[in-house]
Structures are given as C-alpha cells and as structure tokens.
C-alpha cells in the first residue's frame, strides 16, 4: 500500500521569501506520480505541479519548484517569492503509473501555509 | 467552459437518514472520481465511475455507493448516515487515461450530521 506523509502541519512565511514544503512517501511501485494540491479557504482544489517519477528532472512552475529524491522517496516543493494569495492548505498527493494507473490520488494530511504581509 | 460543479453546497442531515450527492463534470471529462475530505485532512479516495461502471473502490463501506449517468454526471449515495460521515465530500474529473490530463476539482458538498 502507498503512503503520504506531511510532516508540517501548519507553516508560515513572509511576503517575498521562499518556503518549503516537506512530503515524503512510501511505496514499491517504479512507475508513478507526484503532485502537489493547493486548496485555499475556498476550497477548490487546484494543481500546482506534478512530477513523473521517471524524470530525473526537476518538475518547475513559475514560482513553484520541487525537489524530487527518488531513492529518499522525498518530495518537497518549494515556493519563490511568496504572495498573499498562496496562503493555503497544501496537499502532496501519489499515483500509480503505467498499467496500474486507474487515476485514483493518495493524498497527505496537509500543511496549511500562511503568508504573512 | 464550466468546470466541475457539484450540488448542493451545503447539507445537513440527521443520523440515520440518507443523502444523494451530484457532481457534473467538466466539459470533455469522462471520468468522476469522489472524495472525503474530513476537517483538517487529506482527502481520502471513495471511488471512481468510468463508463457509467465503478472502476475502483477505496476503503469505504457499502453505505456509500455511487451512479454514473451516459452524460457523464455522477451521484454519490450514502445511506444509514454516521455522525463521522460528516466532511467534505469532493468530486473530480478528468479523462480517459487520467494522468496526462490531470483530475479538476470541484468546491464540494460540505455534509454535516446532527
């Protein structure tokens, strides 16, 4: 079985520093999917960035990078130049890949970040 | 272009009762997924309908069941309700083949039980 798990419950920055976000997992699988979720007060859940795991490359968004350690089974994002608006819960979420990939997420507990002004 | 929406947004039912929940999906998505977000978590996967069959099940009982009509729309039904039923209850889409074509969220159906 997968596992996500978030460490941090709740973070908090300041207007224009960087943040990171820990998430590290647990699974046997050599084919799957990461993904970072943001869902903001209103509760809509939004993807922020998502990672194959057969790319070694580092997935980027804008502001939003991650730092994949496959062998770690670590996932952290980070966030550049932090903006009241990404003040939100976010969520690191698994997939399976391949033949075994029915689209089914497995999600963290969540770290609810604050962005102070 | 709609996105996903789900109905209603709120709603509070007695222990006991029965509640039907309804997402539409977004436009050209055939695939809903749903989900259980209770308070200050992660959400935890229910199931998922693909061609009006139910493709996987997570680790719910079968007081939760669902329905997926030939437009593509979902229900999500869960009887004999349970004081810890109450959460938010998400629904997703996405399409066929899933992970190229990431799953689009709704703002869920907030559930209370009293």
């Known amino acids: 079985a997968q596992t996500v798990t978030q460490s941090q419950p709740e973070m908090s920055v300041q207007e224009a520093e960087t943040v990171t976000l820990s998430c590290t997992y647990d699974?046997?699988?050599?084919?799957?999917?990461l993904f970072w979720y943001k869902q903001p007060p209103s509760r809509q859940m939004i993807l922020v960035i998502r990672?194959?795991?057969?790319?070694?490359q580092n997935a980027t968004e804008n502001r939003f990078s991650v730092n994949f350690q496959k062998a770690a089974k670590s996932f952290s994002l980070k966030i550049s130049d932090s903006q009241l608006g990404d003040t939100a819960m976010y969520f690191c979420?698994?997939?399976?890949?391949?033949?075994?990939?029915?689209?089914?997420?497995?999600f963290g507990q969540g770290t609810t970040l604050q962005v102070k002004p | 272009d709609a996105g996903v929406t789900q109905s209603p947004t709120h709603l509070i039912k007695t222990r006991g009762q029965q509640v039907t929940l309804r997402c539409s999906p977004k436009?050209?998505?055939?695939?809903v997924s749903w989900y259980q977000q209770a308070l200050g978590q992660g959400p935890q996967f229910i199931f998922q309908?693909?061609?009006?069959?139910?493709?996987q099940r997570g680790n719910f009982p079968d007081r939760f069941s669902g329905h997926q009509f030939p437009n593509y729309s979902s229900e999500l039904n869960v009887n004999a309700l349970l004081l810890g039923d109450s959460a938010l209850y998400l629904c997703?889409?996405?399409?066929?083949?899933?992970?190229?074509?990431?799953?689009?969220f709704g703002d869920g159906t907030r559930l209370s039980i009293l």
């Open positions: 990672q194959e795991a057969y790319k070694q």
């Open positions: 309908y693909y061609e009006e069959e139910e493709r």
């Open positions: 997703a889409s996405s399409q066929t083949g899933g992970v190229d074509q990431p799953q689009h």
């Open positions: 979420a698994f997939m399976k890949g391949g033949s075994s990939n029915t689209g089914k997420l497995i």
């Open positions: 699974t046997s699988e050599s084919n799957y999917y």
């Open positions: 436009s050209g998505h055939d695939t």
